[in-house]
């Protein structure tokens, strides 16, 4: 199932479901790409298997991992565990070439249902490339959402909306109006964050934006992601519905901050 754009497929959908337990299986978009085709997502790297393309995970949720991998746990570090839920599709609310409006559920381990989400994204033509928007509105009754970093691991709040891109085969770099480069933007908070990487001959340019001044999650020594730090500092408590949008401009090229 693909998202398009004037014509031209830019995103697949995954529902995950098929995936291991460990990996936390949900819903993903992969591969994603620009107008002419290049892919700018990577999923089931051999580096961290739990990486979907475009997906929404939280490492810890009431003590459930829906995040994927090993689970950190204070004092110990990343320890595997038998902690691994689930994000289910439930059913359509929407679903055209440039939409898909979805109930999931968050599952625990024992299969019971810890928080409900509506997922809405969406696909559109902008100057020179196409956007991808995505609404998450998670509904629940007095659930923990938490992270690496509210359980002991300082600067590693990952959590909520990611973005796992491909290994570039040339130079990449990330940067936002602050800064430049993975210590300069990581944990950062600003109005835009953006990447550039690809190879020589298909270099492309992601930019995300976001309606929460959540600090951004920031990798590209060990891999290159972007995405966002939900539980940065302290654990979110969703007793009624959490929302978060997430905008990302892709273009093909490596484009300056002026160009978009």
């Known amino acids: 199932m693909d ?10 959908y995954n529902s995950g479901a098929e995936l291991h337990t460990t990996l936390s299986p949900r819903p993903y978009l992969h591969p994603v790409r620009t107008l002419s085709g290049t ?19 939280v490492q810890d949720v009431n003590g459930a991992n829906l995040w994927g991998g090993r689970t950190y746990v204070r004092d110990r570090g990343y320890t595997w565990m038998d902690d691994h839920g689930a994000i289910r599709h439930v059913r359509w609310r929407e679903r055209t070439p440039s939409r898909l409006d979805e109930d999931l559920a968050w599952l625990g381990p024992d299969g019971a249902v810890l928080a409900h989400e509506r997922r809405e994204q969406s696909a559109r033509p902008i100057a020179g490339g196409w956007a991808l928007d995505v609404t998450v509105t998670l509904a629940a ?12 691991r300082a600067r590693a ?12 085969d040339g130079p ?14 990581h944990y950062t908070r600003s109005p835009w964050l953006a990447y550039h990487g690809g190879s020589p001959s298909h270099p492309f340019t992601v930019v995300l934006t976001a309606s929460v001044d ?5 990798r590209q020594a060990g891999y290159p992601g972007l995405g966002s730090a939900l ?23 490596h484009l300056a ?3 978009w």
């Open 214 to 218: 959540d600090p951004w999650f920031v």
């Open 157 to 168: 709040g990952y959590g909520g909306f990611f973005w796992r891109l491909p290994l570039p």
């Open 39 to 57: 892919v700018v997502t990577d999923a089931l790297p051999e580096d961290h298997r739990w990486h979907l393309g475009v997906s929404i995970g």
């Open 231 to 253: 539980a940065a500092e302290t654990p979110v408590l969703v007793d009624g519905e959490l929302r978060r949008s997430f905008t990302a401009r892709v273009y093909d090229g």
């Open 172 to 185: 990449s770099t990330v940067f936002t109006e602050h800064g430049v480069g993975e210590e300069q933007v």
């Open 3 to 12: 998202l398009i754009v004037e014509g031209v497929p830019v995103a697949t």
């Open 141 to 152: 009754d007095g659930v923990r959402l938490g992270s690496p970093a509210t359980n002991g």
């Open 257 to 259: 901050a002026d160009e």
